[in-house]
């Protein structure tokens, strides 16, 4: 199963990005999706998770800015971002951390399922 993120860019603070994260495989049943970012010389941290029933969790850095959603129809993960901050800048991975558990373990044996990433920069 390959997750494949899209919408990345430039843009100027205060802006808006639209990231589209898309599966090969059903996302329907699987418990979590989230969006995760790491900046340069930083860890990658999580940004926002939505479950299968549409629980939505937000970092406390992203809250009233982000928006996390799923069309499981389309296989497709979305973060609506608003509101960008020059600190906001990093590689955005989408993830399915127990993905495992629908679609069977990942190329080395692990439940987790990551994108490649995609860049969000914001200046100021």
């Known amino acids: 199963v390959q997750l494949v993120e899209s919408g990345g860019g430039w843009v100027q603070a205060g802006g808006s990005l639209r990231l589209s994260c898309t599966a090969s495989a059903s996302i329907s049943s699987v418990i979590l999706m989230a969006w995760y970012r790491q900046a340069p010389g930083k860890e990658r941290v999580l940004v926002a998770g939505?479950?299968?029933?549409?629980?939505?969790h937000y970092a406390d850095f992203v809250k009233g800015r982000f928006a996390i959603s799923r069309d499981n129809t389309k296989n497709t993960l979305f973060l609506q971002m608003t509101s960008l901050k020059p600190e906001d800048t990093a590689v955005y991975y989408c993830a399915a951390p127990d993905g495992g558990s629908d679609w069977g373990p990942n190329a080395t044996g692990g439940y987790d399922y990551w994108g490649q990433g995609t860049q969000v920069t914001v200046s100021s």
């Open positions: 939505i479950t299968r029933d549409n629980t939505e």
